[in-house]
């Protein structure tokens, strides 16, 4: 079919997805991340254009960006089940299993979506009374340590988008104000985790972290605890959980030699 034989406004959607492509291949191509007049000049487009297409990108979860106003691939790209190179699960696993199997508790593997949290792979702990979650079920992140973890490494502007000034009360502990939760994730950051102390669940705490791959393709790492045997042990697990995202990040390609 002739180009002159396609309606214009089909013509412009192909191109808008055509500019996504490419927007896309370059961020790909650049795993630290781009500001957008850097992207701009990568694709020959321009800068407005650029950020427009960002933008509509970051809705979709398919781009991710830095408080610096660096752009990255997105999450969004980790749950497209045939970009192989981005489902890094089966490398992933014998990290699960040994950081499960050091501390004796569950260990769980988490990725954003939108305003809550998936549930990606998981090692239950080998003890009768023990934290788990379903595959594939979708948690609040603000009341959760993957989801605030995650959260943390959003923008600021990003997280305003997604959640509400007031969070429902799931319990006692659970943060319900959007600026105490904006405070708990600049904590996290300065931190490197995120701690759920009976904030969703009560009876269940648990410590996250963020895992990249060297795509910039963000996930957390998560050990779920039943509060019998979280007290006295934080420090404990959170030292093993960061031992264990470096080195996942190192297998990955997204961590120093």
């Not at 045939?82 to 696993?93: S, V």
């Not at 569950?106 to 954003?112: G, P, Q, R, W």
């Amino acid at each position: 079919m002739a180009a002159s034989s396609i309606p214009k406004d089909e013509r412009n959607r192909i191109k808008v997805i055509a500019r996504a492509a490419s927007v896309l291949r370059a961020l790909a191509g650049h795993r630290q991340g781009l500001g957008v007049s850097e992207l701009a000049v990568e694709v020959g487009l321009p800068r407005t254009t650029v950020h427009r297409i960002v933008s509509a990108l970051q809705e979709e979860d398919l781009v991710s960006t830095s408080a610096t106003g660096l752009a990255r691939l997105g999450p969004g790209l980790l749950r497209l089940a045939g970009a192989e190179q981005l489902d890094h699960r089966i490398e992933i696993r014998p990290y699960l299993e040994e950081l499960s199997s050091r501390l004796s508790e569950t260990v769980d593997l988490a990725v954003l979506d939108n305003d809550s949290i998936v549930c990606v792979d998981q090692v239950a702990a080998p003890q009768w009374l023990r934290a788990v979650s379903a595959l594939g079920s979708a948690i609040p992140a603000y009341c959760s340590a993957s989801g605030k973890a995650l959260l943390a490494s959003q923008p600021v502007e990003r997280v305003h988008r997604l959640l509400p000034e007031r969070l429902p009360k799931r319990t006692p502990n659970t943060i319900t104000s959007r600026a105490k939760l904006d405070a708990e994730l600049k904590r996290i950051r300065g931190d490197g985790y995120a701690v759920d102390r009976e904030e969703y669940a009560l009876g269940v705490s648990a410590v996250a972290a963020v895992v990249r791959d060297n795509f910039g393709a963000e996930m957390a790492l998560a050990v779920a605890v039943p509060m019998q045997r979280f007290s006295g042990r934080e420090g404990e697990i959170v030292d093993a959980l960061l031992e264990t995202t470096t080195a996942i990040e190192r297998q990955l390609g997204a961590g120093p030699d």
